[in-house]
């Protein structure tokens, strides 16, 4: 088995870190470290055309993203972190479900500042928070393109002005297909590449 099955193999049955005992923790964070120490990209920053796409969220210790599904009457579906390295922007997309007709999106765009070779700065600039179908969403990388275009948007859509909302994010292993991340609050971050090969800048 391939390190890399091995941590799918033990990230499989926790549902992205929602239903998680000590002993999973540790047989994931261990797999974690095992691929962290064969990263073929030691300077992931500068890769940019591997950091650059979609990428869905396979695991984290995240309380904040992972808290939408403790929320009565809601259920988290997919979760998205997409970079656009070109443009120096991160958007976090999470899909939520509901009641027929009242699926939502929550999402933030950020923009980043590279500091090392494997870290950026985070600055969070806007939230979107609405409804799927007010919002037209078909799949994520559509709804990007959206986001990009800068339109005010038929939803909860505000700029986020206050400067303290920062961080940063390491990328601790980087191929093709997976990217693990950390971030400032000691969380770690398992991302799958949405799509087969890697989009080009």
């Known amino acids: 088995m391939s390190k890399k099955d091995a941590l799918f193999r033990a990230i499989d ?18 797999a974690i470290a095992y691929l962290e120490e064969v990263n073929p ?9 591997l950091l650059t796409g979609d990428w869905r969220l396979l695991f984290t210790t ?3 993203l992972l808290g939408f599904d403790r929320i009565p009457g809601l259920k988290l579906g997919q979760i998205y972190q997409c970079v656009r390295a070109a443009e120096g922007k991160i958007y976090n997309v999470a899909e939520i479900f509901s009641l027929p007709l009242l699926e939502g999106l ?19 600039e806007r939230s979107v928070v609405g409804l799927q179908r007010l919002l037209k969403y078909q799949n994520v990388h559509e709804f990007i393109e959206i986001l990009q275009s800068e339109k005010k948007l038929p939803a909860v859509d505000f700029k986020i002005k206050n400067r303290e909302q920062r961080g940063w994010l390491e990328t601790t292993y980087l191929d093709a297909d997976i990217r693990i991340g950390r971030g400032n609050e000691g969380s770690v971050f ?12």
């Open 41 to 49: 990209t030691p300077q992931p920053t500068a890769a940019a055309e």
């Open 62 to 64: 995240s309380k904040d």
């Open 106 to 124: 929550v999402s933030v765009c950020a923009s980043f500042k590279v500091v090392s070779e494997r870290r950026v700065n985070v600055t969070f």
């Open 13 to 30: 049955p926790v549902n992205r870190g929602l239903q998680i005992t000590d002993f999973q923790k540790k047989a994931i964070f261990s």
């Open 190 to 201: 398992v991302l799958k590449r949405v799509s087969t090969g890697f989009r080009s800048l």
